[in-house]
Nanobody, 115 residues
Framework: QVQLVESGGGLVQAGGSLRLACTAS????????FAWYRQAPGSQRTFVAG???????SIDDSLKGRFTISRDDAKKMVYLQMERVNVEDTGEYYC?????????WGQGTQVIVSS
């Protein structure tokens, strides 16, 4: 079955950087699109960034210039590079995959930004 495992979360100081990774298995990676979502405490899950099969990516307008999404089809991994983080970036970050059959979610990785 499809598995998405997020990693790279943790505690980071405001102004710092963090790179999240999503490792995918059980999916035809090169034919799938991926996205990162996040959920702050007490809030709904929201879109952060997405990348499709051709590598075209989109970033939430409020995060452009600080967050970057990329994929490595050979390693079957998707990354979210976070720069100049602030306390509002605190939350659980989830990887989502979509193939021709369905969409799938990982369990999430927690990011805590300290001021």
């Amino acid at each position: 079955q499809v598995q998405l495992v997020e990693s790279g979360g943790g505690l980071v100081q405001a102004g710092g950087s963090l790179r999240l990774a999503c490792t995918a298995s059980g999916i035809e990676f090169s034919r799938s699109s991926f996205a990162w979502y996040r959920q702050a405490p007490g809030s709904q899950r929201t879109f952060v960034a997405g990348i499709n099969v051709g590598g075209y990516n989109s970033i939430d307008d409020s995060l452009k210039g600080r967050f970057t999404i990329s994929r490595d089809d050979a390693k079957k991994m998707v990354y979210l590079q976070m720069e100049r983080v602030n306390v509002e970036d605190t939350g659980e970050y989830y990887c989502k995959a979509r193939d021709m059959y369905d969409e799938y979610w990982g369990q999430g990785t927690q990011v805590i930004v300290s001021s």
